[in-house]
């Protein structure tokens, strides 16, 4: 089992609709948990943190599910803009250096 | 302020030919990654240096060896390249402390026929 899952996509919704997309993790220990965005050839940048109260940014919410070890993003009015692969990271306590355990990352395209 | 760069961007190897990536950042970051990225496997670290003078291996090691020459260099070396070492390779950074973010490079793109 990979430690963390999520559906790959992709998923093909058009401009202004509501997505969400699902992440699990396997490591009951893990701390920190992340949100990467990974546009066509490019390098994963961070999105958002996931806090445990939950988190929202603009038309961007996370949530985190301690208790299931689930972890969820909810883009809201999409954009053109926002068709990229989204990449759920989780990351176990260890101290001052952060190992980062990514999903393989869900795809989201967004039509006119 | 560049951030994360890395050297090459495209390699094309043959199988038992060698090469270093390089990566440097201009942050003062403390540690260092590498990780490797496969269609449908995520990223998966290759190895890291928590800090200067420091390196471990991570979930792929093998085939590969680091070197972290300063606080902002860090080269990832494929003594005899294998067709498995097709990938994408990134490079990433991380001040000291949990939750901060990692900043990637823009990555290279390295065939090994």
């Known amino acids: 089992r990979k430690e963390v899952e999520q559906d790959p996509g992709p998923f093909n919704v058009p401009e202004g609709a509501t997505v969400a997309f699902n992440c699990t993790y396997s490591?009951?220990?893990?701390?920190?948990f992340f949100w990467y965005r990974q546009d066509c050839r490019k390098e994963p940048k961070l999105l958002m943190s996931?806090?445990?109260s939950g988190n929202e940014d603009g038309r961007f919410t996370a949530q985190l599910n301690r208790a299931s070890q689930y972890i969820s993003l909810l883009i809201r009015d999409s954009k053109l803009s926002d068709s990229a692969t989204y990449l759920c990271?989780?990351?176990?306590?260890?101290?001052?250096?952060?190992?980062?355990?990514f999903g393989a990352g869900t795809r989201l395209a967004v039509h006119p | 302020n560049a951030g994360v760069t890395q050297t090459p961007k495209f390699q094309v190897l043959k199988t038992g030919q060698s090469m270093t990536l390089q990566c440097a950042q201009d942050?003062?970051?403390?540690?260092m990654y590498w990780y490797r990225q496969d269609p449908g496997m995520g990223l998966r670290l290759i190895y890291y240096?928590?800090?200067?003078?420091?390196?471990d291996k991570g979930e792929v090691p093998n085939g590969y060896n680091v070197s972290r020459l300063n606080k902002r260099e860090f080269s990832l070396r494929l003594e005899s390249a294998a067709p498995s070492q097709t990938s994408v390779y990134f490079c990433?950074?991380?001040?000291f402390g949990m939750g901060d973010t990692q900043y990637f490079g823009p990555g290279t793109r390295l065939t090994v026929l």
């Open positions: 990433a950074s991380k001040a």
């Open positions: 490591n009951s220990a893990s701390q920190s």
């Open positions: 996931v806090y445990s």
């Open positions: 990271v989780v990351s176990p306590f260890s101290g001052g250096y952060n190992k980062l355990i």
């Open positions: 942050m003062n970051h403390n540690s």
């Open positions: 240096s928590a800090s200067e003078g420091t390196t």
